[in-house]
Nanobody, 124 residues
Framework: QVQVVESGGGLVQAGGSLRLSCTASGLDFGRVTMAWLRQAPGKEREGVAAIRGCGTTTYADSVKGRFTISRDNAKNTLYLQRNSLKPEDTAIYYC??????????????????WGQGTQVTVSS
């Protein structure tokens, strides 16, 4: 059974930093594409960043230069380092896993396994 669990959310002031973590079990972690997506209040869920097993990454334009996605395949853990946070980064952040690692993208429908989400609130 696949389990995906996020941690590290919370309240942070604008301009601050916060790192999210995600552990995934029950799958061949190092061989699948992983991603972070978020859903802000009143908005649709959007892709933030994704990373292939080999480390190739892609980012949404809104977070380029501020967010960094990384993974530790030995620990089955995915990270999202977020710097220069803005109030518009307030959202529930989800970790998601795909079924394979050959593609790279931010489309929600590409991901099969999801965590419950972790709330991040950025105050102005």
């Amino acid at each position: 059974q696949v389990q995906v669990v996020e941690s590290g959310g919370g309240l942070v002031q604008a301009g601050g930093s916060l790192r999210l973590s995600c552990t995934a079990s029950g799958l061949d972690f190092g061989r699948v594409t992983m991603a972070w997506l978020r859903q802000a209040p009143g908005k649709e869920r959007e892709g933030v960043a994704a990373i292939r097993g080999c480390g190739t990454t892609t980012y949404a334009d809104s977070v380029k230069g501020r967010f960094t996605i990384s993974r530790d395949n030995a620990k089955n853990t995915l990270y999202l380092q977020r710097n220069s946070l803005k109030p518009e980064d307030t959202a529930i952040y989800y970790c998601a896993a795909g079924l394979s690692g050959w593609w790279l993208g931010l489309q929600e429908n590409k991901y099969t396994y999801w965590g419950q989400g972790t709330q991040v609130t950025v105050s102005s």
